[in-house]
């Protein structure tokens, strides 16, 4: 699976950005999808990740209700809606993948094998 992220910008505090990820390989049947950003000197955050068949979401705390996960299947795409943003939203966004992940482990960095590029976002106050 290749993964190309876009979207990244600069924007106002408050403001809103949309982010993509379009997805090209193998079969997308089993396929998990999430977003995860970071900062300099800090460890890679997850954020939100959908599974491509059925749809079930799972997102992180801090982002919940403020970001959107979703997928445009025939496009083969992933976006991250990003609304109400702030400051510490600032960070490079990447967007992930990977093959046959239950629900409980879409949270976690290293169960993802394949990785985009990153998009930076920087949210000025």
């Known amino acids: 699976v290749q993964l190309q992220a876009s979207g990244g910008g600069l924007v106002q505090a408050g403001g809103s950005l949309r982010l993509s990820c379009a997805a090209s390989?193998?079969?997308?049947?089993?396929?998990?999808m999430g977003w995860f950003r970071q900062t300099p000197g800090k460890e890679r955050e997850f954020l939100t990740a959908?599974?491509?068949?059925?749809?079930?979401?799972v997102y992180a705390d801090s982002v919940k209700g403020r970001f959107t996960i979703s997928k445009d299947m025939p496009k083969k795409t992933l976006y991250l809606q990003m609304n109400n943003l702030k400051p510490e939203d600032t960070a490079v966004y990447y967007c992930?993948?990977?093959?046959?992940?239950?629900?409980?482990?879409?949270?976690?960095?290293?169960?993802?094998?394949?990785w985009g590029q990153g998009t930076q976002v920087t949210v000025s106050s």
């Open positions: 992930a993948a990977s093959f046959g992940l239950i629900t409980s482990t879409m949270r976690s960095l290293e169960k993802y094998d394949y």
């Open positions: 390989g193998r079969t997308f049947s089993n396929l998990v």
């Open positions: 959908i599974k491509w068949s059925g749809g079930s979401t």
